[in-house]
Structure formats: structure tokens, C-alpha cells
């Protein structure tokens, strides 16, 4: 029987395992992520692949941290496997730190819950009102442009790291807008991009070839400005054409790093495909990049009991898409 809690962030399911599993041996995040590969895939594909899941299921292994700087460590998986960053995943875990009382926190005021992740250390700021969390701020790794222009897929690509490697690229430039009725052509592009990228130089992270190749397409459109807010909708596919609900929470990193090298020095209101908001800012100037603030809000949705009847002849399930 393997135990979780379900919550979504903007719309995108999030799914944590609270029993029922083995330890996760390793020395670090990315070590255990490696192990969680290998040992743990076919907990992934029961929890993640119908009929318990679906084809944009998303989830994490909780484990313990690299060392007592943080609260947790969180391993992400989706349906095709493990990802190293997770903005939205983030996101629920503070709600949940707070929620199951893992962290003493403010009943009127903000609480950092420090994690621990593959792609570094990450925190979530959970501000609570009258004892009920309102907001939280995912606060991301360094994220920067790695490049320009990357022809794919029949357009060009801008790349930047925002805990994963994401390929920005605005619908219009495919004759599409980021909604609904195109949502099954922007996954057929992104799935081509992604295809024209694999093994490209500026899919590489410059450090850990652990943290290499493009994750995730976000498709854009420019909207009017919202008060003091620069305004833009994505849609980010991950993965296999797997399709983020939420404005992404890594990728909208990723896309402030990008604006921020084209010079701009406002907040950015990001509006999902199925209308969610993340409002971001760059908190601080690096080296190479910046570090994003992204705040959205996190719902718990249920908690689970899960079970694999030995007789069962679908197993750990499957996928249609």
C-alpha cells in the first residue's frame, strides 16, 4: 500500500508519497534520483499511469535532505520519468510542510520551507493569514540564458536553465496562440523541437551533464500589460508532450531570465492555458543570470491509499498519450 497527498498548484496536479515505499539510497539529491530511477520506476508508472493517474500526472518521493540547511528533499517524477526542477511542485510542497505541521510556522506572517531538490536548493515561502496559507513563493535556483535563436522545429528557440532547460518559443511565430483549441498542434511542435534539440551544444548544462537536455517548449503570447505587471499566457509541454496546467514554475524562471536579459525590470504576471496565474520577480542579480521569486498558491485535493492487486492484469497501468 503506498500513501500520498494530493494537492494542485494553478490547475497541475501534485502528488506526494508519504508511505509505503523503501528507502532512497544516496549521498545527494541527484545520487538518489539515480537510485529512484532505478529502483522505484515502477511505483512511478503505478502512481503516475492510468487508471490511477494520467498521462500529465505529476508527482514526488520525499527524502531526506543533503544536509540540515534544509527542511526535506523531493524527488519529481511525471509519466516519462524524473525531473530535476519542479516550480509548481514547490509550491505544494510548502503548503504541505505547513499544512501536516513539518515546520513551525507564522499564523500571520511568512515561513521559508528550504528544499532540497536535484537541481539544487530551493525555498518555498508560506505566507499565512488568520492561520490559513494564502500565497507562496517559490524562490528558484540561479537561472540564466544559454542561448539565442537555436533553429527547431522549423523556428528559432531561445534556451535558458531555470532549475531544467526549457526552449521558449512565441506561438505566433507557428501562426498559433496559446489556447485550448491549439493546444493538440503546440504539442505536436514542441515534440519536434524537442527532437531537433536533443544532442544540441546548448542543451548541455555547463557543470553537471546529470542536469542536460531540454525538458520542456513554452509556447507564449504577449498580453497587455496588468498594473505595474509585464503580461504574458504559456503553455509549457515537458517531457513527451506531457502539458503543464499551471503557468510552470521552473519554466517561468527560465522565461524571467530571458526577459530580464531583454530588459525588463518589472514584475511578470505569467496566465496559464487554463487561466491560473504565477506572479514572478527577480529578487536577486548573479553572475550569469538571476534568481526568480514566483508566487501562486497550492490546494490539497486528497489523500490516497494505493494498491497493486498481484492479479491485476494491467499492472502498473498504462498510458494513451
Not at 247 to 254: E, H, M, N, R, Y
Request: contains cysteine; charged residues 25%.
Amino acid at each position: 500500500m503506498i500513501t500520498t497527498v494530493d494537492y494542485h498548484t494553478g490547475g497541475e496536479p501534485f502528488r506526494i508519497v508519504t508511505g509505503g515505499v523503501p528507502e532512497i539510497p544516496g549521498s545527494d539529491l541527484l545520487s538518489r534520483r539515480g537510485s529512484a530511477m532505478e529502483r522505484l520506476d515502477d511505483v512511478r508508472r503505478l502512481l503516475c499511469h492510468e487508471p490511477r493517474g494520467h498521462a500529465d500526472m505529476y508527482g514526488c518521493f520525499l527524502v531526506p535532505p543533503d544536509d540540515p540547511g534544509a527542511r526535506l528533499g523531493a524527488l519529481f517524477w511525471h509519466k516519462d520519468g524524473f525531473s530535476t526542477a519542479c516550480g509548481h511542485g514547490t509550491i505544494a510542497l510548502g503548503a504541505y510542510a505547513v499544512h501536516e505541521g513539518l515546520v513551525e510556522a507564522d499564523p500571520d506572517g511568512e515561513t521559508d520551507v528550504v528544499i532540497d531538490v536535484p537541481s539544487g536548493r530551493v525555498t518555498a515561502r508560506v505566507r499565512r493569514a488568520g492561520g490559513k496559507v494564502r500565497g507562496v513563493t517559490f524562490v528558484s535556483v540561479p537561472s540564466y540564458v544559454i542561448a539565442r535563436g537555436v533553429p527547431a522545429g522549423g523556428v528559432k528557440t531561445d534556451l535558458a536553465y531555470g532549475g531544467a532547460i526549457y526552449a521558449s518559443v512565441p506561438a505566433a511565430a507557428l501562426g498559433l496562440s496559446v489556447e485550448p483549441r491549439h493546444l493538440t498542434e503546440l504539442i505536436g511542435y514542441a515534440r519536434r523541437i524537442k527532437a531537433d534539440l536533443a544532442g544540441h551544444p546548448a542543451s548541455r548544462h555547463p557543470a553537471d551533464e546529470r542536469l542536460s537536455g531540454v525538458y520542456g517548449v513554452i509556447f507564449y503570447d504577449e498580453l497587455p500589460d496588468a498594473g505595474d505587471a509585464a503580461c504574458q499566457r504559456n503553455v509549457t509541454v515537458f517531457a513527451d508532450g506531457e502539458v503543464d496546467r499551471s503557468p510552470c514554475g521552473s519554466g517561468t524562471a527560465a522565461r524571467l531570465a530571458l526577459l530580464h536579459d531583454e530588459g525588463l525590470r518589472r514584475p511578470l504576471l505569467h496566465t496559464s492555458i487554463v487561466g491560473s496565474e504565477f506572479r514572478a520577480r527577480v529578487a536577486e542579480v548573479t553572475g550569469d543570470g538571476v534568481v526568480p521569486e514566483i508566487e501562486g498558491m497550492a490546494y490539497r485535493t486528497g489523500r490516497h491509499a494505493f494498491e497493486l492487486d498481484p492479479d491485476d492484469p494491467i499492472g502498473t497501468g498504462f498510458t494513451l498519450r
